[in-house]
């Protein structure tokens, strides 16, 4: 069985963020990259670190309010160099079939409030206006769903609403 390396037996990135949204990028003490940058980028920042490497990093994210995030990162797996053999057909994996999806909408949520989905595969957050929605694949209850059902868990609020399976 293979062990995993210990963080301080991997190369250290460090990624400081300024207040203007500088980052300073440096991997065991060498600078790597350092400039403005759009936070979304960050992580493909690091990404493209790890896949330079060749191997898994050990990041550390320095924020201006001293706040840090530590992480160990890989690099993507290649792409499958499988190919199809002279002669042989090429053979492709089995599709998932296309969801059937059913909804329900209601009212009278407490704005944010979680919203069971019932049959409860599932539940999210109302709105900032107390409504609420939920999508169940019918392919997720056996038999088919002739009927589903929102619940506020906090305010209580029942919606039901019926369907043809």
Known sequence: MLEA???D????????????????????GEM?????????LIG?????????????I?????????T???DIVSPPRPASPARPQPGRPLSLPDVAPAPELLEVVGEGFIPGEDVGVAVILRQNSARVDGR??????????????????????????????????
């Open 5 to 7: 390396p210990h963080p």
């Open 9 to 28: 037996q991997l190369p250290q990135v460090i990624i400081s963020i300024g207040d203007d949204n500088t980052i300073t990028a440096t991997m065991d």
């Open 32 to 40: 790597f990259l350092s400039g403005p940058i759009d936070r979304d």
């Open 44 to 56: 493909h920042v690091i990404g493209s670190i790890a896949e330079q490497h060749g191997g898994p």
């Open 58 to 66: 050990h990041v550390d994210i320095r924020e201006v309010d001293g």
């Open 68 to 70: 840090s995030h530590t």
């Open 132 to 165: 609420a929605r939920g999508v169940v694949d019918r392919t997720e209850a056996p038999g088919g769903i002739t009927d589903m059902i929102l619940f506020g868990m906090i305010s209580g609020t029942v919606v039901r609403g019926d369907h043809d399976s």
